[in-house]
């Protein structure tokens, strides 16, 4: 790390300044979550094999509601069985030396930023939360918990009539559906904070960049507006990649190339040197 990068982020502790950390499927890699957009996620339903992007949409769920559940609940097994690394850890402090001045956005709905700590109130589940479910017919907009009774389901299994009565919406009945964005949905507030997130990035003075490419539209918004708002920016990631090459056309933007499960605790460190 450079000392350029060690003053800057002493000299943001001492300060009142906001932080805001975007995170994507990278820093779950490390806890041996696959992206399910490779191989992991292809399914196949009948005779035809299906990839992931055609899973993961409302069109998917209304014509092959059991298959969907039954690939939601095999990724939740992943995700059950999966548990934070020193980098989500990293972050969880970073809420609790920062407190109001620290926002969580994260891009991954496998629940691990709060199993490590960090707060419902200050993360940000842009993509919502696989360990949660709604009303399929909307009857109402609150997301309940999946029933601990669920059971984990190998790739193979297939649902239960058990399962589907556990998918259910308390409120009128008819079927659950994963709280999660679909490809062919939008974001918006009151499921994924949309506007909330974009607040984040227009207020933060340091934004830091974990594990993500920009593949998608609101992670790429929340990098150009707080880089347009003169925000300084710090990218991690294991590989060079778009949101790297922005962190660094910025005058006061730093790319850190390395596991976040590394370089996270080591800034963690510098942040309370300068408290
Ligand atoms: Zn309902």
Not at 112 to 125: D, K, V, W
Not at 243 to 268: D, I, T
């Amino acid at each position: 790390m450079d000392a350029k990068l060690k003053e800057t982020l002493k000299a943001f502790a001492k300060g009142s300044g906001k932080l805001c950390v975007l995170t994507g499927a990278g820093i779950s890699a490390e806890s041996g979550i696959p992206t399910f957009r490779g191989p992991e996620g292809y399914w196949t339903v009948g005779s035809k094999v299906y990839h992931p992007q055609e899973m993961a949409t409302h069109h998917m769920f209304v014509r092959h509601p059991e298959a969907v559940w039954q690939w939601y609940l095999y990724r939740l097994g992943v995700c059950r069985k999966a548990a934070p690394n020193p980098g989500h850890r990293a972050i969880a402090q970073l809420e609790a030396l920062f407190a109001d001045r620290f926002t969580l956005i994260t891009q991954n709905v496998d629940g691990l930023h709060l199993r490590a700590g960090n707060s419902p109130e200050r993360t940000y589940q842009v993509h919502g939360n696989i360990f949660f479910m709604r009303c399929a017919m909307a009857c109402t907009q609150a997301p309940f918990p999946m029933p601990q009774e669920v059971p984990l389901k190998e790739k193979d299994d297939p649902l239960t009539p058990e399962d589907l009565r556990l998918l259910r919406c308390p409120g009128c009945g008819g079927m659950a559906r994963p709280h999660v964005l679909w490809f062919d949905e939008t974001y918006n507030e009151a499921h994924y904070r949309f506007f909330s997130s974009l607040k984040a990035a227009r207020e933060t003075d340091l934004l830091i960049t974990v594990g993500t490419s920009g593949a998608t539209n609101l992670p790429n918004q929340v990098v150009s507006e707080a880089l347009r708002r003169g925000a300084v920016m710090v990218d991690v990631n294991v590989e060079e990649n778009p949101f790297g090459r922005a962190a660094l056309s910025s005058s006061r933007g730093f790319f850190l190339k390395g596991k976040s499960g590394v370089v996270l605790p080591e800034m963690v460190e510098l942040f309370r040197m300068g408290l």
